[in-house]
């Protein structure tokens, strides 16, 4: 078996700068149209209680909580993570609490929770999906994989809705190198739904009889296109450039010398010497975002990230706590950096756990760390 990597989360998020470009503009339009029409009555009723100090917990949900409400279909939009392209950045969550009949460790699933454009509530956890291995995984041959994560997103086919890659466990009977392990989960006007593709990735791109993994987003080559960057064996790595496929090809693939066995994207910006090309860490050691943590920055170049960039070190953060009220030690993980709230700035959204029942996600803006303007636990996703 390969060696699973569970405790990670998915990749901070990477897109290249065009994209960042035109989000930046697009967002702009949102908020001119905003401003224009102004709330909307249902906007301001759904907003109420937005700032309460005590989020509701899980047994005290409103209706408009636990009914989840039809995903808004979007036109596509240059906005990191709209996966329903609707010009308004989505929450992904690898972590759910699991029901208490559960005690098998079942996956639990990825968890989807959409944007909104009201600047004062910037995710409706109403609008959410759940994703399974069961719903949404490909098939190996006539096997589901039972394991179902997210690793990374980005729009992979440029049709302006953020694509998500998921890893899994294909069956694999240890001779020759095994089946890719990833997926690729393609974003609509109805968010992610469907069913997944393997990611395809050709043989002179490949390298020992490690498993695939480690799949980082970013504009490695400047051609303003998402590429994905995977391990290969012997700290090698499978570069891939896009665009892809709907089938899940890249449009050409290559082995970089340079690598190691884990890859991020570099934080809190991907392209870390401004030269228009994202950059790669590699490292030896996991690295969970928002920790304390050193690799080998791999700078983007037209052959993708394979120019030697030194050392790189990850700072740790002070994460805030969610007000997660429970007795006992809690852990807090960042989940994302991202504008949610569309003022351009990257606002942080935490997850506050303790055990595997008892959870509270909280986004907060920009420069913020004691009032979140929106907190809800990951119980919503329980069946
Ligand atoms: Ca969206
Ligand atoms: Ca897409
Ligand atoms: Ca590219
Ligand atoms: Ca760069």
Aim: glycine share 12%.
């Amino acid at each position: 078996m390969r060696p699973r990597t569970s405790t990670e989360h998915p990749q901070a998020a990477v897109t290249s700068r065009v994209s960042a470009a035109l989000a930046v503009g697009c967002t702009a339009l949102l908020l001119a149209l905003t401003a224009c029409t102004g709330p909307s009555p249902a906007s301001a009723s759904a907003s109420d209680g937005k700032n309460g100090d005590t989020p509701p917990p899980a047994q005290a949900r409103t209706q408009a909580e636990t009914v989840s409400t039809p995903v808004p279909r979007g036109t596509g939009s240059r906005v990191p993570y709209d996966f329903n392209g609707d010009g308004h950045r989505d929450l992904v969550i690898d972590d759910l609490v699991k029901a208490p009949e559960d005690s098998h460790g079942d996956d639990a699933g990825i968890g989807i929770v959409y944007g909104t454009g009201d600047r004062d509530r910037p995710l409706d956890p109403a609008t959410r999906q759940l994703l399974s291995a069961r719903a949404n995984a490909a098939k190996s041959g006539d096997t589901l994989p039972a394991a179902f994560e997210s690793e990374a997103a980005c729009d992979l086919d440029r049709d302006g809705f953020t694509d998500l890659i998921v890893s899994t466990d294909p069956p694999y009977n240890g001779i020759g190198a095994p089946p890719v392990p990833l997926q690729i989960l393609f974003g609509s006007p109805q968010g992610l739904t469907g069913k997944a593709v393997t990611l395809r990735i050709p043989q002179q791109a490949r390298y020992g009889n490690e498993w695939p993994e480690q799949p980082v987003c970013g504009d490695f080559d400047g051609d303003g296109r998402a590429d994905l960057a995977v391990t290969a064996s012997a700290g090698q790595v499978t570069f891939l450039h896009g665009p892809f496929t709907r089938a899940g090809a890249p449009r050409s693939a290559e082995l970089l010398p340079d690598g190691g066995p884990y890859l991020y994207a570099p934080e809190p910006r991907s392209d870390t010497d401004g030269d228009g090309y994202d950059d790669l860490v590699a490292a030896a050691r996991p690295h969970a975002p928002g920790q304390a943590g050193k690799g080998t920055l791999l700078l983007g170049s037209a052959k993708g990230p394979a120019r030697p960039g030194g050392a790189y070190a990850f700072t740790a953060e002070n994460l805030p706590t969610a007000p997660l009220k429970t007795t006992g030690t809690t852990r807090t993980t960042l989940l994302n950096h991202g504008d949610y709230d569309g003022d351009k700035k990257p606002d942080t959204v935490v997850r506050t756990y303790r055990g595997e029942r008892q959870d509270l996600i909280a986004l907060y803006p920009a420069g913020t760390t004691d009032r979140p303007v929106v907190t809800f636990s990951t119980a919503l996703f329980l069946p």
